[in-house]
């Protein structure tokens, strides 16, 4: 499966940005879950949030709580990532991630198989 992450750019703090993950090949991205991670530089690769494969189940990192909220269109093949009250420290390329194995979604990165290129998010003061 091959994973295309966009919709990154520069945006002032307090701004809003949603990113989109679309999934090509087989077999359909409703057999996954699905995440998204993201690093800045000299920093460790960070969960931001992750999908159950059916969207009942979501789960994000406490940095992001109440800011950030993951969905998926599986009929599309897309899962989102819509991003609000945005802060300087979010910046980061932001990285979507598919995991074969689990139902329900995790924060350790090694959990998932298959990975976008990312998409640079960066968030002015």
């Known amino acids: 499966v091959q994973l295309q992450a966009s919709g990154g750019g520069l945006v002032q703090a307090g701004g809003s940005l949603r990113l989109s993950c679309a999934a090509s090949?087989?077999?359909?991205?409703?057999?996954?879950?699905m995440g998204w991670f993201r690093q800045s530089p000299g920093k460790e690769r960070e969960f931001v949030a992750g999908?159950?494969?059916?969207?009942?189940?979501?789960l994000h990192a406490d940095s992001v709580k109440g800011r950030f909220t993951i969905s998926r269109d599986n009929a599309g093949n897309t899962v989102y990532l819509q991003m609000n009250s945005l802060k300087p420290e979010d910046t980061a390329v932001y990285y979507c991630?598919?995991?074969?194995?689990?139902?329900?979604?995790?924060?350790?990165?090694?959990?998932?198989?298959?990975w976008g290129q990312g998409t640079q998010v960066t968030v002015s003061s």
């Open positions: 991630a598919a995991d074969t194995t689990r139902a329900g979604p995790s924060a350790a990165w090694e959990s998932y198989d298959y």
């Open positions: 090949g087989r077999p359909f991205m409703r057999t996954y879950t």
């Open positions: 999908i159950s494969r059916s969207g009942g189940r979501l």
